[in-house]
């Protein structure tokens, strides 16, 4: 979607060192969310956010904290990356009203050796 | 988190219509259906919600019966770039908008 950027797109490092993931959104949704997609898995929701410095955890959050201190970004970081987090990484935001659905980034695709 | 059931793939002829059904027994009152795309190194990209009975957009058709425990998604006259994932949800609105992804229906057109 036109909205929701995610940065980088794709991304190699090494077990042990930190990794941020940046998601923007431009349509002003107060709920954003951060999954992983793995083969054999679906999709996974990691984290979400309810509004700025409102967060709460998904259903795979060990691992990864989240920020969220503008309407607008929402960071996912990995402390110390284990290979065991390499996969893809979407974003998602909407309104938060009912019935409205979520609206997807393009993904990071990180690799963690 | 209400659980669905989905063929894992199916195959179809390019120009066919398409019918993927999705199975949710224990589907809430406040839920809704929903249903998104996934192609290859791209997100889910959402197609179609409904909560009872019939609903139509310009890409596709949701049928939901009256119990509501299970859901079509029609794709009309299928062409080449509907190969896609395609995934049902069942999620509330009300409250935290927490969904919950299975694996999905892998639909390969054939031309």
């Known amino acids: 979607d036109a909205g929701i950027t995610q940065s980088p797109r794709h991304k190699v490092t090494e077990t042990g060192t930190p990794v941020t993931l940046r998601c923007h959104q431009t349509?002003?949704?107060?709920?954003m969310y951060w999954y992983r997609q793995d083969p054999g898995h679906g999709l996974r929701l990691i984290h979400y956010s309810y509004g700025v410095k409102d967060t709460d955890k998904g259903e795979v959050s060990d691992g990864y904290s989240v920020s969220r201190s503008k309407t607008e970004d929402f960071l996912l970081t990995l402390e110390s990356a284990t290979s065991s987090q390499t996969s893809v990484y979407f974003c998602?935001?909407?309104?938060?009203?009912?019935?409205?659905?979520?609206?997807f980034g393009d993904g990071t695709r990180l690799s963690i050796l | 988190l209400a659980k669905t059931t989905q063929p894992i793939s199916m195959d179809s002829y390019e120009g066919q219509e398409v019918n993927i059904t999705c199975s949710h027994n224990?589907?809430?009152?406040?839920?809704?259906i929903t249903w998104y795309q996934q192609f290859p190194s791209q997100g889910p990209r959402f197609i179609i919600q409904g909560y009872k009975t019939k609903v139509t957009n310009e890409v596709a058709s949701l049928f939901i019966p009256a119990d509501r425990k299970s859901s079509t998604l029609s794709l009309p006259r299928v062409s080449l770039s509907d190969t896609a994932v395609y995934y049902c949800l069942v999620a509330s609105y009300y409250g935290n908008n927490r969904l919950a992804f299975g694996k999905g229906n892998q639909v390969v057109v054939i031309p």
């Open positions: 349509e002003n949704h107060r709920y």
């Open positions: 998602a935001s909407n309104t938060g009203d009912s019935n409205q659905p979520q609206h």
């Open positions: 224990n589907i809430a009152t406040n839920d809704y």
